[in-house]
């Protein structure tokens, strides 16, 4: 029975973004409904509507930082739970451009769980406030308004087996369904300017398997994690995970994607800039297929830019920005625009979808987006306006990975900002850019010499 004195939120997808919302929801509102078309209790595996929970979903450090501000005790739990752990720049064999960046130990802690595993941790604990209620396996359709359009109040649902739709009254709608999001049509439908869209092409193909290691070859390290430069537009993420188990991620840009065959994948291994995951998966069993994702597209909705937005409606997580998945920013730009929201929750009257749309854009949102889109941009192939400033910004980072390969404070500063603790402009203070200049004027340091391993019996040899 709906008790109409409540006062309730709905969010539209349970996933990442629409479990961040949900949190900072259930203190403002008395009931929060979560709608999703998938099952979602108890799942710990990958969701049909979710598909990039078969790949690597790293969550950077500032994230993890505004998770446990918002689940606390949550990172504990994780590792006492068995995911591994390890510092971002101590622990991980970074590569740019092929070239080894020194690692430094910066305090900044990195617990890699799978993607499914890291949801399920965040959704139970979303799931235990008394205020959040879930409506799972239940399409959405639509939204109801006013009959001026001018307020949200409710959105219409269907559960997956029933024969008529649902509506739910809602005093705010926070909108989380990801990449496919509807709200720019449900907005032209209601009459509302189109919104602003940015796309950049990147052609980027994601090819994901999980192993379990017979041995460490990696000496304790947590993670080997080679680049993709214009160079060689082919990188990895192989990294320690959660049941013990390695997840590979292999991709390539510009449609250059790996193969799924198993000997095929291991060839493209095998082209990777540096031989490190070749060698370490000598010593790895396979406990999967390859499986296969493309992402041809970054998108950026440009909501800040609406000048009219109806009452009762917001939007958060890839339904307004899908980061280009390789630099790992969506959960923790998800995380981030959860606080937004609460800030704009706190102010005691509804919220202003211009004013949230504003701030989660100059707060959140920008920094991230051109940092990455400078990178995105040196691959002479990818469509785009190559700017004075973004030419300045990729010769500049040229350099700082440059400078990395010979001294480790480097690699760290890089780490903050690559991992949004600090911000890009960190790497701009004039005594960091003296250092970056004096350490890479001759160019990255050479490479050791490699260490042999011994092939064994399995892994890429059974291939
Ligand atoms: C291949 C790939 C790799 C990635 N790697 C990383 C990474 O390493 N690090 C990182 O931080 N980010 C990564 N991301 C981005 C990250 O997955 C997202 O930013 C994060 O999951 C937040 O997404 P979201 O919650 O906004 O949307 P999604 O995760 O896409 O979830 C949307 C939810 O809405 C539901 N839904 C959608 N439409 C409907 C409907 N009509 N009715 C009912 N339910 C609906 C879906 O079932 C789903 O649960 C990656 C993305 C991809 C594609």
Same mark, same amino acid.
């Given at each position: 029975?709906?008790?109409?004195?409540?006062?309730?939120?709905?969010?539209?997808?349970?996933?990442?973004?629409?479990?961040?919302? =949900?949190?900072?929801?259930?203190?403002?509102?008395?009931?929060?409904?979560?709608?999703?078309?998938?099952?979602?209790?108890?799942?710990?595996?990958?969701?049909?509507?979710?598909?990039?929970?078969?790949?690597?979903?790293?969550?950077?450090?500032?994230?993890?930082?505004?998770?446990?501000?918002?689940?606390?005790?949550?990172?504990?739990?994780?590792?006492?739970?068995?995911?591994?752990?390890?510092?971002?720049?101590?622990?991980? #064999?970074? /590569?740019?451009?092929?070239?080894?960046?020194?690692?430094?130990?910066?305090?900044?802690?990195?617990?890699?769980?799978? =993607?499914?595993?890291?949801?399920? /941790?965040?959704?139970?604990?979303?799931?235990?406030?008394?205020?959040? !209620?879930?409506?799972?396996? @239940?399409?959405?359709?639509?939204?109801?308004?006013?009959?001026?359009?001018?307020?949200?109040?409710?959105? #219409?649902?269907?559960?997956?087996?029933?024969?008529?739709?649902?509506?739910?009254?809602?005093?705010?709608?926070?909108?989380?369904?990801?990449?496919?999001?509807? !709200?720019?049509?449900?907005?032209?439908?209601?009459?509302?300017?189109?919104?602003?869209?940015?796309?950049?092409?990147?052609?980027?193909? /994601?090819?994901?398997?999980?192993?379990?290691? #017979?041995?460490?070859?990696?000496?304790?390290?947590?993670?080997?994690?080679?680049?993709?430069?214009?160079?060689?537009?082919?990188?990895?993420?192989?990294?320690?995970?959660?049941?013990?188990?390695?997840?590979?991620?292999?991709?390539?840009?510009?449609?250059?994607?790996?193969?799924?065959?198993?000997?095929?994948?291991?060839?493209?291994?095998?082209?990777?800039?540096?031989?490190?995951?070749?060698?370490?998966?000598? @010593?790895?069993?396979?406990?999967?297929?390859?499986?296969?994702?493309?992402?041809? !597209?970054?998108?950026?909705?440009? /909501?800040?830019?609406? !000048?009219?937005?109806?009452?009762?409606?917001?939007?958060?997580?890839?339904?307004?920005?899908?980061?280009?998945?390789?630099?790992?920013?969506?959960?923790?730009?998800?995380?981030?625009?959860?606080?937004?929201?609460?800030? @704009?929750?706190?102010?005691?009257?509804?919220?202003?979808?211009?004013?949230?749309?504003?701030?989660?854009? @100059?707060?959140?949102?920008?920094?991230?987006?051109?940092?990455?889109?400078?990178?995105?941009?040196?691959?002479?192939?990818? %469509?785009?306006?190559?700017?004075?400033?973004?030419?300045?910004?990729?010769?500049?980072?040229?350099?700082?990975?440059?400078?990395?390969?010979?001294?480790?404070?480097?690699?760290?500063?890089?780490?903050?900002? =690559?991992?949004?603790?600090? %911000?890009?402009?960190?790497?701009?203070?004039?005594?960091?850019?003296?250092?970056?200049?004096?350490?890479?004027?001759?160019?990255?340091?050479?490479?050791?010499?490699?260490?042999?391993?011994?092939?064994?019996?399995?892994?890429?040899?059974?291939?």
């Amino acid at each position: 029975m709906d008790n109409v004195t409540n006062t309730r939120a709905v969010v539209l997808g349970g996933s990442i973004a629409g479990l961040f919302a =949900a949190r900072v929801l259930a203190d403002a509102y008395d009931e929060v409904v979560v709608v999703d078309r998938d099952r979602l209790a108890g799942v710990s595996g990958p969701r049909r509507s979710r598909p990039q929970g078969r790949h690597i979903n790293a969550l950077h450090c500032r994230g993890r930082l505004v998770m446990e501000e918002l689940f606390p005790g949550i990172t504990a739990q994780m590792i006492a739970d068995g995911c591994p752990s390890g510092d971002m720049a101590g622990d991980v #064999r970074w /590569y740019f451009d092929g070239k080894r960046a020194l690692p430094h130990f910066v305090d900044l802690l990195a617990v890699p769980a799978t =993607a499914p595993v890291m949801e399920r /941790y965040i959704r139970e604990r979303t799931q235990a406030l008394p205020a959040v !209620t879930f409506m799972e396996q @239940h399409e959405i359709l639509g939204l109801v308004t006013t009959a001026d359009r001018s307020q949200v109040t409710g959105v #219409r649902l269907q559960g997956l087996n029933a024969d008529a739709e649902e509506t739910v009254r809602a005093d705010l709608v926070v909108d989380a369904t990801g990449r496919g999001s509807r !709200t720019p049509v449900w907005l032209t439908q209601l009459g509302y300017p189109e919104v602003e869209e940015e796309k950049t092409k990147i052609g980027l193909g /994601y090819v994901t398997q999980h192993y379990t290691l #017979r041995e460490d070859p990696w000496k304790g390290d947590l993670a080997i994690i080679p680049v993709a430069s214009p160079r060689v537009p082919r990188g990895a993420i192989f990294t320690k995970t959660d049941g013990g188990k390695v997840e590979l991620t292999v991709y390539g840009l510009l449609g250059d994607h790996p193969p799924t065959d198993q000997a095929g994948f291991y060839d493209f291994v095998k082209s990777l800039a540096v031989p490190d995951i070749y060698d370490a998966l000598q @010593h790895a069993d396979p406990l999967d297929e390859p499986v296969a994702f493309r992402f041809p !597209t970054t998108i950026r909705r440009r /909501y800040e830019k609406m !000048t009219s937005f109806p009452a009762g409606l917001l939007v958060t997580g890839d339904a307004v920005t899908c980061f280009n998945p390789v630099y790992a920013q969506g959960q923790t730009v998800a995380a981030l625009s959860a606080l937004v929201l609460r800030r @704009h929750l706190h102010s005691g009257v509804a919220p202003d979808p211009l004013q949230y749309f504003k701030d989660l854009a @100059h707060d959140v949102i920008d920094a991230p987006w051109e940092m990455t889109h400078t990178v995105d941009l040196s691959y002479p192939e990818v %469509p785009g306006r190559r700017t004075l400033k973004v030419r300045i910004g990729q010769a500049y980072l040229a350099r700082v990975q440059a400078a990395a390969t010979r001294d480790g404070s480097i690699t760290a500063a890089y780490m903050r900002a =690559a991992g949004m603790v600090d %911000p890009p402009s960190a790497l701009m203070r004039p005594a960091f850019m003296l250092k970056v200049l004096r350490k890479s004027w001759r160019g990255p340091a050479p490479t050791p010499p490699r260490q042999a391993i011994q092939p064994v019996a399995a892994g890429v040899q059974a291939a």
